[in-house]
């Protein structure tokens, strides 16, 4: 939930929904909304595999997914879960042993399509593993493999078909008496996704996977995801995010935190308030932005900054920051310190002085909230 009592018109109210648990992490209720993403190497590459899961959880990842092909991977998986330091998510499609198997090996869920993987009979056989284990599931549905029948009822791909679909897959779980489970309905087209998730939002209360599938590279990504699912954490629906982009999974991890971050549902880290420049800064915004971006990384505690390059708008912003800096003229500019001006420093001080105030922010913040 965000509520801001002074400001009512930032209030996001999230929709009701049960909660499960990925592992550690709960899922859904009033839970923090969990931010996911999925590894991009050979799953039998365990080093790699291992590497690339400790980088997604270094950058905050809650929840990471591998993908199960094979026998192979399936005992891949048991070595990389002993080594991960989030819960892990396998995914699986066609071969209903590939999901025993993962939930044998520690998996913390399991993402398939019941429907997907063979008879009832086989349904109970995952079904019984996954409750053995203590895995929950995800009902993957996507716009690009909806079932024959669905296609041939609507026509093409669409959203009823896509909660139709969902539901179905919801249906098979509750009849063998499983509940631990969420859902996903994800298109590439950002209309069907939204309506697709609007209208299952209505007709059940499980917890809610929100996802693009399938976004693009890193700025049409970016864009594309931050626009569907914008919207839809906007209009409350949505307890656990993966952005989908033809990139490193640390960047999905990020773009989905900065998307949490925009609403008020999530904060880690520095959150950056800059303007785009122009000829009245008085120093260099661009660069001063992208070292400071490097430089704060390793910063967690949730906090604001704001880089502004004259007093046009920088004194205004400065006031709502944690910590400020605005350009002036003669090579110096005015450091704000909680939203008051503080004192001035020259420009090429400013880069290293603004790390030390932003650590030392960090440091007090964490002290007031440590018992």
Known sequence: MSINHVRPWRNIYRRKSRQIMVGSVPVGGDAPISVQTMTNTVTTDIKGTIAQVQAAAEAGADIVRISVPDQDSSRALKE????????????????????????????????????????????????????????????????????????????????????????DHIKILQDNDFHEFKISVKASDVFMAAAAYQSLAEVTDAPIHLGITEAGGLTSGTIKSAIGLGNLLWM????????????????????????????GLRHRGVNIISCPSCARQGFDVIKTVETLE???????????????????????????????????????????????????????KMVDHIVELVEKRASEIEAAITP
């Open 80 to 167: 990389i879960i002993k080594e991960s330091p989030v819960p892990i998510v396998a995914d699986i499609h066609f071969h209903y042993k590939r999901g025993i198997e993962a939930a044998e090996a520690g998996a913390a869920c399991l993402r398939i399509n019941p429907g997907n993987i063979g008879s009832p009979d086989r349904v109970r056989e995952v079904i019984k593993a996954a409750r053995d284990h203590n895995c929950s599931i995800r009902i993957g549905v996507n716009a690009g493999s909806l079932e024959k029948h669905l296609l041939e009822k609507y026509g093409e791909p669409c959203p009823d078909a896509m909660v139709e679909s969902g539901l």
């Open 236 to 263: 409350g629906i949505g307890d656990t995010i993966r952005v989908s982009l033809s990139a490193d999974p640390v960047q999905e991890v990020k773009v989905g935190f900065e998307i949490l971050k925009s609403l």
């Open 294 to 348: 490097k430089r704060l990384e390793h910063i967690k505690t949730p906090l604001s900054l704001s880089i502004i390059g004259c007093v046009v708008n920088g004194p205004g912003e400065a006031l709502m920051t944690d910590v400020g800096f605005t350009g002036g003229g003669a090579g110096h500019g005015m450091v704000y310190w909680a939203g008051k001006q503080d004192h001035k420093i020259e420009n090429e």
